[in-house]
């Protein structure tokens, strides 16, 4: 299972060396196959990223942009609201992606092992409904469900069970912002995290697990010879894949921040957000291009070094 | 295969009773909001003044169903599409042999990480004309990296000895592709084509930052202008702004809730891969 | 072949590219007919205000305040055309795009710069320093409109000058937010509309742990809520202002002409310590900080709370039908400024902005921004739109009301129905001009006029805050670190030493200063 995968061609040509030009007529039907994939990304990934240039200007939009240097960096490493904020983005999304994909994985898990197609059928279409919620709207819902007044379903339920005397500020605490800004994340995306896995699950051959049942194994070790070492190469990918996003984390916390928790919950991009709209003046994209550019940088090794890990223990990278 | 039901699955039952209550609550209360005729801050159970004016006053807004034609449009038009890029890529970045193969897997995961920003991108799609065009809202979201590689990872699952026969045969490998690769990846384009069908319809920022022609709008635009132009109580026909709002976040959420029963059985079948493989 | 047609389209690519990069566009302006007629009569001596053009074709780009397509924007358009003569091009993103395709036409160079412009708060004065828009100083200085002194809102115009020059024009008022407060509850309570802060504490105290809205529980309401310790932005949104008083987060010009960052004055750390007794005691509500404008009002119709900062006019009537809605009692008392505030604010008004491309600005001026307050038909057609579309002096059954024949109403809203229109662009109650034709005045409802007629009777104008680089480097943080020290201090209970401790430790302190010293040099320089 977990051998190289060969393409048809390498099947086709044994395992021997071809010189290029022999290969590159060979594959020439995939090169033209890859094609549109270019032209797509050139258009509308690549030629946007001469903008990055903005990074080393001074440029509003209006006049034309000033060449400044390394300018916004050094600044960007005086602000300790912009480290504050580098710290959080890194904190909040792995932690946050790392419960998400366990808990994911974990329903999965026990979804596949519901008896009843039905039942599962309903509660599949259930847990994946919160994903269609819009974050402000699960933002507004979830202040209400967490409100320190009695409105607040969950102190409500404490308080009559006499497990706290008042109310908690759930989302106006310090202490408890990180934890909330958790759950609601895993609220929100582990039944849509979970297509991804059910999907690969549901490509697992049958035949082992009946082979399995004859061998007297039970539900335990299927799910340790089986289940899981068909599971893993997706839950790897997903988790790499997902760190490339690392540090875009922006709308969750954007709609659930206030300013009692800055400290702790802003973002790079909820920075650069508040440069842009709350500095009083026209933002200088310049500035929120090199925070941008930064957290790019950051999201690079994140994955490279990732990768690299994975190679190192599954032969290969991602992609 | 049949076996008794034991207490684990018992206790897995009452488990998945208890996570879809605690998925449901949040979403039920917007869903008795929207048929509350009276403004509510709290949680209840009913609605105190039950009616069904939200609805009718999202349903009865005079340009809404053209939105909705352009959300469908899109969303199909833009899954196609979105999926044709995907499974492409996804094909030729399992040829592990073919020279180049690490270049073009470089370049796709790097338009992951980086961006070029609002204002560069939007210059580079007025340039082509691409603005105010349906196109721009089709294509840019359709190359779609995280979903290629995904799809690549399912591709690897395909035995080699599938390959090797098709190649016997004499397939060329668009042959390959449309005869064996696709067909065998049911749960898969399901599956992705899910998500690109949901970033689809969902899509609010491009057409945002492309779309100044209102003809263009799609649905989520508009339910956001009626959740933005409800922010002034008019109160139609005895809904009050809150009631509007809450049941344009019910409408939008509806139409995969239709659907979603209908791909389900391509997760809960799979695909047999077992079966045909000699 | 393949690599070829590769290379071909990476070329293709590349050759779009550099023309992304060398900005080359083929734009091309509308309005160059009249920058011809202008050139032709340039060599005639006068510049005097009758030589000026009329422009041919004027291009706006605005935001959802100006009539919007579903409501006939192009009924609008016409009747326009029709009055003035000129063509008019209406460019007009959607509501919450606005100032992000605003920002992109002007990125993409001055050839695609409409004439004019809707702009507001740190754009207007951010655009300006730029240099994206007229001086139109003189253009008003000259104006018919300014010398036939129907101009009741002078102090308006005065206020939107960024040091003395005028770049954008306010049509109306902004308006501002007054403290309402139940009627029936100050009457459960049997108390009447507080005049001091102490007598202000005093109400408070009483709906908080009394039993003011009469259903025999004491103490499950509570005093007064907003959304957020600090307005978002704008500095007019102050929701607490009984708290802050005098005290302002925000940067002020003093008496000796002098800028100040009011958030290190000692009348801040009052605004503060009241703040936070105050929350301490339970009469604000607690959940101020995570609190919408809409959670307050959701709040505000329930019953939950009794005193409420809210915008004048409209909203007067908008609170009362919504508590009468929800079977309350909606009667409400729009507060005098306690002695202790002495006027509300009223914020910067959102300007009509001619930008620096636009190639015949005295024509715009005079034949776009002066017409719409011309107290004529013009005028009638930017407060009220078409005739027969938007209001009508046909005798008719809107909704629920009846009109005679002859009776100026507005008709049932295209977009919203179910409801009436109450005016468009101009608000007239908002009117910076005198305007005796006004056929609406008797339309507006009674508690919209009186809480706005006693705001415009007891506000001052917030001072504008003109942008310098030195504040486009370090505003934003500085006011993340003001508004988490607020927090800290009223939620939390910090002491004011520890909060400004914080304060002076985290840089603000030093990024307050300099902004400070840079708009008193900008001001010094001018």
């Given at each position: 299972m977990n051998t190289k995968k060969k393409g048809p061609a390498a099947v086709a040509a044994g395992n021997q060396k071809r010189p290029l030009l022999v290969s590159l007529r060979y594959y020439k039907g995939f090169y033209l196959m890859f094609l549109p994939v270019l032209i797509f990304a050139i258009v509308f990934h690549y030629l946007p990223m001469f903008g990055v240039r903005y990074a080393f200007y001074t440029y509003k939009g209006i006049k034309e942009p000033v060449f400044v240097g390394l300018q916004h960096f050094e600044k960007m490493m005086k602000m300790s609201g912009f480290w504050n904020a580098f710290g959080n983005t890194i904190t909040l999304s792995v932690i946050k992606l790392l419960l998400n994909t366990f808990m994911a994985v974990v329903l999965s898990l026990m979804l596949n092992e519901l008896r009843s197609a039905t039942f599962k059928k309903v509660t599949q279409t259930i847990v994946y409904l919160p994903h269609f919620m819009s974050w402000v709207v699960t933002a507004s819902v979830f202040t209400l469900i967490l409100s320190p007044s009695d409105a607040g379903l969950i102190n409500a339920l404490m308080v009559k069970f006499g497990i706290v005397k008042e109310g908690i500020y759930f989302l106006g605490d310090k202490n408890w912002w990180r934890p909330m800004f958790y759950i609601i994340n895993v609220w929100k995306d582990t039944g849509w995290g979970t297509i991804i896995f059910i999907a690969t699950l549901s490509g697992i051959n049958p035949e082992l697990y009946e082979a399995a049942s004859m061998d007297g194994a039970g539900r335990l070790n299927k799910l340790r010879f089986i289940t899981m070492p068909a599971l893993s190469n997706t839950i790897i990918t997903v988790l790499i894949l997902n760190l490339a996003k690392v540090m875009n984390l922006f709308e969750s916390v954007f709609v659930m921040q206030n300013d009692a928790v800055t400290q702790k919950s802003d973002v790079l991009h909820t920075y650069i957000y508040t440069q842009t709209f709350n500095s009083g003046a026209l933002p200088d994209y310049g500035y929120t291009t090199a925070v941008g550019l930064t957290a790019s940088l950051v999201g690079c090794a994140l994955v490279l070094i990732c990768n690299k890990a994975s190679q190192k223990v599954r032969g290969r990278g991602i992609v | 295969m049949k076996k008794k039901a034991t207490a684990f699955d018992y206790a897995l039952v009452v488990i998945f009773i208890l996570i879809s209550i605690i998925m449901i609550v949040p979403i039920y209360k917007v869903l008795i909001d929207s048929l509350d005729l009276k403004t509510a801050y709290g949680m209840k159970l009913f609605p105190e003044r039950f009616g069904m004016a939200g609805y009718v006053s999202v349903f009865t807004n005079p340009t809404l169903y053209k939105p909705f034609l352009v959300s469908c449009l899109t969303t199909v038009v833009g899954t196609i599409t979105g999926l044709t890029i995907a499974t492409l890529g996804a094909y030729v970045l399992i040829q592990w042999k073919m020279p180049g193969r690490t270049l073009f897997a470089n370049l796709m995961l790097f338009t992951m990480i980086f961006s070029g920003g609002m204002i560069p991108t939007y210059l580079v799609m007025k340039t082509l004309h691409l603005t105010n065009t349906l196109l721009v809202v089709i294509l840019m979201p359709a190359i779609n990296v995280y979903n290629m590689v995904l799809m690549r990872n399912f591709f690897e699952g395909i035995p080699d000895s599938l390959f090797e026969s098709a190649e016997i045969d004499g397939c060329s490998p668009m042959g390959i592709f449309l005869k064996i690769v696709l067909p065998l990846s049911k749960a898969a384009l399901t599956a992705i084509g899910l998500m690109y069908a949901v970033s689809y319809w969902n899509d609010y920022t491009h057409y945002k930052l492309y779309i100044t022609n209102d003809n263009l709008y799609n649905f989520q635009m508009k339910l956001r202008s009626v959740i933005m132009g409800s922010d002034l109580p008019h109160a139609i026909g005895g809904a009050t702004e809150n009631t509007v709002k809450n049941a344009a976040v019910i409408v939008a959420i509806l139409p995969f809730m239709i659907i979603y029963p209908f791909c389900q059985k391509y997760f809960i079948q799979g695909v047999n891969i077992g079966a045909v493989k000699e | 072949m393949r690599v070829k047609k590769m290379l071909a389209a990476g070329m293709a690519m590349t050759m779009a590219a550099s023309m992304v990069l060398s900005g080359c566009s083929s734009g091309s302006k509308t309005s160059g007919s009249a920058a011809n007629a202008e050139s032709s009569t340039a060599t005639g001596e006068t510049a005097g205000k009758n030589d000026i053009k009329k422009p041919e074709k004027i291009t706006i780009m605005v935001n959802g305040t100006v009539t919007t397509k579903p409501n006939n924007r192009e009924a609008f358009e016409k009747k326009w055309e029709a009055l003035t003569g000129i063509d008019l091009e209406i460019i007009q993103p959607d509501h919450d795009a606005y100032f992000d395709v605003l920002g992109q036409t002007f990125a993409s160079g001055p050839e695609n710069w409409p004439d004019l412009i809707i702009l507001n708060g740190s754009y207007y004065t951010g655009y300006a320093e730029e240099g994206a828009l007229w001086d139109m100083t003189d253009a008003w200085n000259n104006s018919e409109l300014k010398a036939s002194g129907r101009v009741t809102g002078e102090e308006v115009i005065d206020n939107t000058k960024i040091n003395g020059k005028l770049f954008g024009f306010p049509v109306a008022r902004r308006g501002g937010c007054l403290t309402y407060v139940k009627k029936a509850w100050l009457d459960r309570c049997e108390l009447k509309a507080p005049e001091t802060y102490d007598e202000y504490l005093n109400m408070l105290k009483a709906f908080t742990e009394g039993d003011p809205d009469g259903n025999g529980i004491n103490g499950d309401t509570y005093g007064v809520s907003a959304a957020g310790f600090v307005g978002q932005g704008d500095p007019s949104s102050n929701y607490l202002p009984e708290f802050y008083q005098d005290a302002k987060p925000n940067f002020e010009k003093g008496e000796d002409g002098l800028w100040y960052d009011g958030f290190t004055k000692d009348n801040f750390k009052g605004a503060l310590t009241r703040l936070r007794d105050a929350y301490a005691a339970g009469?604000?509500?607690?959940e101020t900080l995570t609190n919408g404008t809409k959670d307050c009002r959701n709040k505000f119709y329930e019953d939950k709370f009794g005193v409420f900062t809210y915008w004048a006019g409209t909203w007067a009537s908008n609170l009362k039908n919504n508590l009468e809605a929800n079977g309350k009692d909606g009667e409400l008392v729009p507060l005098k400024p306690i002695k202790e505030i002495g006027a509300y604010e009223e914020g910067t008004a959102p300007v009509w902005a001619i930008t620096s491309s636009c190639e015949n600005p005295e024509g715009v001026f005079k034949y776009f921004i002066e017409t719409m307050l011309d107290g004529g038909d013009t005028q009638l057609l930017w407060s009220y739109g078409v005739e027969d579309v938007h209001w009508s002096k046909k005798a008719e059954t809107i909704l629920d009301n009846t009109y005679a024949e002859g009776q100026f109403h507005t008709k049932e809203?295209?977009?919203?129905?179910?409801t009436q229109y109450t005016k468009q662009h101009l608000d007239p109650m908002l009117s910076i001009v005198k305007w005796d034709e006004d056929p609406g005045k008797d339309t507006v409802k009674e508690e919209a006029k009186v809480s706005q007629e006693l705001f415009n009777k007891n506000c001052r104008q917030a001072s504008i805050i003109p942008s310098t680089d030195v504040m486009a480097t370090y505003n934003g943080d500085l006011t993340t670190l003001k508004n988490s020290i607020v927090a800290d201090v009223v939620?939390?209970?910090?002491s004011i030493e520890e909060a400004y401790a914080r304060f002076e430790k985290e840089g603000g302190a030093e990024w307050s200063k300099k902004i400070v010293d840079s708009l008193n040099e900008q001001e010094s320089a001018k």
């Open positions: - | - | 009469y604000i509500d607690k809203s295209l977009e919203q129905p179910g939620v939390q209970g910090i």
